[in-house]
């Protein structure tokens, strides 16, 4: 197996406290990579040191086979990133701005500065200086710069995050064809799980400094996640039926009239039944696969059940 990224028990300490511990993180060429983690949990501080803006504490970053240090600038022109809130020359155009990337990176090709805002969907906007720029249009074009040296592996940290719906799936789309027109290799960390889902084919949960899982979505969705989703006329006296005559627990209510059971082993026939004995009304009933989301919230948060 080829990897882009790999990394060997890496910590990272601030200030006598561990916000990284002993993290084994594996990325292979050409895969869209979806780091997932709560508020703190240390996704920046990871993407950081994979540039080289933070030293780690212990252990070893190897990228492009060749372990990183602080003269990797071999590694660091063959990689794009957008971390944190992208800063630019705000007087200066989108064109222009990008134009000095360029000259940094040395990476002459114009023609892939119209690519890359074209590819962003800021075409029509490359000549208004960025000061005049949204939030949104900014991202957009922090993006654009991530990509317009052509990398072959970027680091995108919560890039779809000012964005509205449509802005999230152009980018999702512009994700997807990197990966698969171009082999781009990508490291996303997001919170909007629904929407970024879709494109990834690894997905690695960080909590508390800890990589806690790491799982190709293929496993994922292999895995027991399945669950049965009933719409109800009372939640509640079903969530006692179920916990007290059929010993059911691994159960959740989502909202007033919804209920999730998550337990693999049990008689859907004998729960209808014994809900329909007791008055209670179902109005739908089905087999349904646990989301990203829902999966997220079992690792990270201790289980669902009857959350
Ligand atoms: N320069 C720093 N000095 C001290 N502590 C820091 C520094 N940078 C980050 N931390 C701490 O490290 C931990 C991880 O922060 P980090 O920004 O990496 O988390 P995150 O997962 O990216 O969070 P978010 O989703 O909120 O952006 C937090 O407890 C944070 O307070």
């Not at 492009?64 to 240090?69: Q, S």
């Not at 990589?211 to 496993?219: K, T």
């Amino acid at each position: 197996m080829s990897y882009v990224l790999k990394t060997n028990q890496l910590s990272k300490v601030f200030k006598g406290k561990e916000v990284l511990s002993d993290v084994n993180m594996k990325i292979k060429k050409g895969e869209i990579y979806g780091l997932l983690g709560p508020n703190g949990a240390g996704k920046t501080t990871l993407m950081k040191m994979f540039i080289t803006l933070m030293k780690p504490t212990n252990g070893v970053i190897e990228i492009f086979g060749k372990e990183l240090n602080h003269s990797s600038y071999e590694v660091l022109k063959r990689m794009g990133c957008l971390i944190e809130y992208p800063i630019f020359y705000e007087h200066l155009s989108a064109r222009e701005n990008l134009e000095i990337h360029c000259e940094y990176m040395g990476y002459y090709d114009k023609q892939s500065i119209d690519e890359a805002l074209d590819l962003v969907n800021l075409s029509n906007l490359t000549d208004k200086p960025v000061k005049e720029f949204s939030l949104g249009m900014k991202q957009r074009l922090g993006i654009a710069r991530a990509v317009v040296a052509k990398p072959e592996f970027i680091i995108l940290d919560e890039p779809i995050n000012s964005l509205d719906p449509k802005g999230i799936k152009e980018l999702r789309d512009v994700f997807k064809r990197l990966s698969e027109e171009n082999g781009t290799t990508l490291l996303i960390s997001s919170h909007i799980l629904g929407e970024i889902e879709k494109i990834l084919d690894t997905v690695g949960i960080i909590k508390e400094g800890k990589l806690i899982e790491e799982i190709s979505m293929e496993d994922l969705r292999s895995k027991s996640t399945m669950y049965l989703e009933l719409k109800l006329s009372d939640c509640k006296q079903a969530a006692y039926l179920l916990d007290h005559k059929l010993g059911i627990q691994n159960y959740k209510i989502i909202e007033d009239q919804l209920l999730r059971i998550y337990d693999e082993d049990f008689s859907q026939s004998l729960v209808t039944k014994t809900l329909l004995s007791n008055g209670i009304e179902i109005e739908a009933m089905n087999k349904k696969f646990l989301s990203l989301e829902d999966y997220f919230l079992t690792v990270t948060e201790g289980g669902i059940i009857n959350a």
